[in-house]
């Protein structure tokens, strides 16, 4: 499944799609446009020619990334990829969609008949690109990726509504975390902050909470965008993504009445990107995976030992594959 970014004249496209698409195989895009306005080179990162502009203004900070990059760049370049896809029969997987219009292009092309999926992030999920005009530069240029978060306060919800009607079909992390100093690279030109945001160990915490407990999607369609969904796209249902003897599955056992304070202090990744780094009294949803038998079959009785529907050798064998947090 190749990645690449969709970028006009930088990479043959249809040859690619069509290549892709005879050996049965799904090209994955990162989409943007980076032909619609002349690409000089900038150092040893290519600079878009609307960059230079805006640097050229004494636009420095982190708020002239999303200024260089507004929504309808990744929107158009979604529906170039969906076209040149649709033409040569390449099944299509679109990541980190960021805005409303990509999304809504991805969601119009699906119910056209074509083979597009939709892959919205943590992070574009969980928060939007408002941020990137703080005062804080440090918190600012957190926020930095490609491409950007939209600064459309709306957008979240409108992701997780698309989500939660199927025509968004997974939610991944884009986990790519810098840390403040490494960030700090670009303190006085926007297009050398290195770019990404974390995502993989809140994933599934914030789809829960904003999705979820909301009631915008019941537990099964949960499990789908964040799991089986996956797994058919890539080939790899009923293997993964299902719990069932013969599959390979990790039991997660949600507490919903559970809360818990996102912290750098407290989480696994030793570089935050999101806005609740500096925001510590933002509340999520805890998940816990619980190891003991005993434990387990003390929360679910459609686990106990008695039930011949899930015999102690198939819980023994999902618990080997489950890791401590």
């Known amino acids: 499944?190749?990645?690449?970014?969709?970028y006009h004249g930088?990479?043959?496209?249809?040859?690619?799609?069509?290549?892709?698409?005879?050996?049965?195989?799904?090209?994955?895009?990162?989409?943007?446009?980076?032909?619609?306005?002349?690409?000089?080179?900038?150092?040893?990162?290519?600079?878009l020619q609307e960059q230079k502009r805006l640097l050229e203004m004494g636009i420095n900070g982190p708020e002239g990334h999303v200024l260089s990059r507004p929504e309808e760049l990744e929107a158009e370049a979604v529906f170039r990829a969906?076209?040149?896809?649709?033409?040569?029969?390449?099944?299509?997987?679109?990541?980190?969609?960021?805005?409303?219009t990509a999304a809504d292009i991805i969601a119009q092309a699906k119910k056209k008949g074509n083979v597009v999926f939709g892959e919205p992030i943590t992070a574009s999920l969980g928060t939007d690109g408002t941020h990137y005009w703080s005062k804080n530069w440090?918190?600012?240029?957190?926020?930095?990726?490609?491409?950007?978060?939209?600064?459309?306060?709306?957008?979240?919800?409108?992701?997780?509504s698309l989500l939660a009607s199927g025509d968004l079909q997974v939610a991944g992390s884009a986990h790519c975390t810098f840390s403040t100093a490494q960030k700090a690279i670009g303190k006085d030109d926007f297009t050398q902050i290195p770019e990404g945001t974390n995502g993989a160990e809140e994933r599934m915490s914030i789809i829960w909470d904003k999705a979820v407990a909301t009631g915008k999607m019941d537990e099964n369609m949960f499990v789908a965008i964040t799991s089986t969904n996956a797994a058919k796209i890539f080939n790899l249902?009923?293997?993964?993504?299902?719990?069932?003897?013969?599959?390979?599955?990790?039991?997660?056992?949600?507490?919903?009445?559970?809360?818990?304070?996102v912290s750098a202090k407290t989480h696994q990744s030793g570089t935050m990107g999101l806005s609740w780094n500096t925001e510590p009294h933002l509340k999520e949803l805890q998940w816990q995976i619980i190891l003991q038998m005993e434990a387990l079959i003390e929360k679910l009785d459609f686990l106990k030992p008695s039930d011949n529907a899930c015999p102690k050798l198939v819980v023994a064998e999902f618990l080997k594959l489950c890791l401590p947090l």
């Open 1 to 6: 499944m190749p990645d690449f970014p969709c």
């Open 10 to 47: 930088e990479w043959p496209l249809y040859d690619i799609c069509k290549y892709v698409g005879d050996v049965g195989g799904i090209m994955q895009v990162h989409a943007e446009n980076g032909d619609i306005i002349a690409q000089v080179e900038h150092g040893l990162v290519p600079l």
């Open 82 to 100: 969906i076209t040149v896809a649709g033409q040569t029969n390449c099944p299509l997987y679109v990541t980190k969609v960021m805005s409303k």
């Open 138 to 160: 440090a918190k600012a240029a957190a926020f930095v990726t490609s491409p950007p978060l939209s600064p459309d306060p709306t957008t979240p919800d409108h992701l997780i």
């Open 237 to 261: 249902y009923p293997r993964k993504g299902r719990v069932a003897v013969g599959s390979d599955s990790d039991l997660v056992i949600w507490d919903p009445d559970a809360v818990k304070t």
